[in-house]
T-cell receptor
């Protein structure tokens, strides 16, 4: 299996621009998670989906952030408008409950820099 | 609420020696899973080892093993024969219940010195 795929790997943008991060989970995994990691706040869960349906978005920082999962093999995290404080590494992870201790497998992350 | 605590922000060890990273957790669930993830400078999050709470036997993966003390709610990671490539941030995490969320510790930065 190719693992969790994220794109882009690096993104540099200017404040106010729209940013879209993409994720392809491992085939057959029903759960998809979006995390943000910064030095100040550590690893934060933003939102997660089960069978393409958002289950818990309580970690989404504000209305500028939105996430969708139109099908089982694709999810996006959008920031509009972006701000410098959004600079972080964004991870996508997927898991399949009932197997392998429900382990979450992570993608390589997208390093976002908002200038 | 579930919590995971890693009390050692930074540790160092000499190459080929053994080091133990501490993790304690708090949960009211009867069954749950515990994980150690490694994050090297590349920032990739890599699963190191995992344990299911109702299994008595401590998990082992090559040079990595855990000391799982359920009554004490402790889940420490032992790295034997440390290698330079073990230099990384190590995160302890737990999940429980039906919400599938992982609760994360703040991490321990491990440096393996030559």
């Amino acid at each position: 299996d190719a693992g969790v795929i994220q794109s882009p790997r690096h993104e540099v943008t200017e404040m106010g621009q729209e940013v879209t991060l993409r994720c392809k989970p491992i085939s057959g995994h029903d759960y998809l998670f979006w995390y943000r990691q910064t030095m100040m706040r550590g690893l934060e869960l933003l939102i997660y989906f089960n069978n393409n349906v958002p289950i818990d978005d309580s970690g989404m920082p504000e209305d500028r952030f939105s996430a969708k999962m139109p099908n089982a093999s694709f999810s996006t995290l959008k920031i509009q408008p972006s701000e410098p404080r959004d600079s972080a590494v964004y991870f996508c992870a997927s898991s399949q409950p009932g197997t392998a201790y429900e382990t979450q497998y992570f993608g390589p992350g997208t390093r976002l820099l908002v200038l | 609420a579930q919590t995971v605590t890693q009390s050692q922000p930074e540790m160092s060890v000499q190459e080929a020696e053994t080091v133990t990273l501490s993790c304690t957790y708090d949960t009211s669930e009867n069954n749950y899973y515990l994980f150690w993830y490694k994050q090297p400078p590349s920032r990739q999050m890599i699963l190191v080892i995992r344990q299911e709470a109702y299994k008595q036997q401590n998990a082992t993966e090559n040079r990595f093993s855990v000391n799982f003390q359920k009554a004490a709610k402790s889940f420490s990671l032992k790295i034997s024969d440390s290698q330079l490539g073990d230099t990384a941030m190590y995160f302890c995490a737990s999940n429980a219940g039906n919400n599938r969320k992982l609760i994360w510790g703040l991490g321990t930065s491990l440096a393996v010195n030559p």
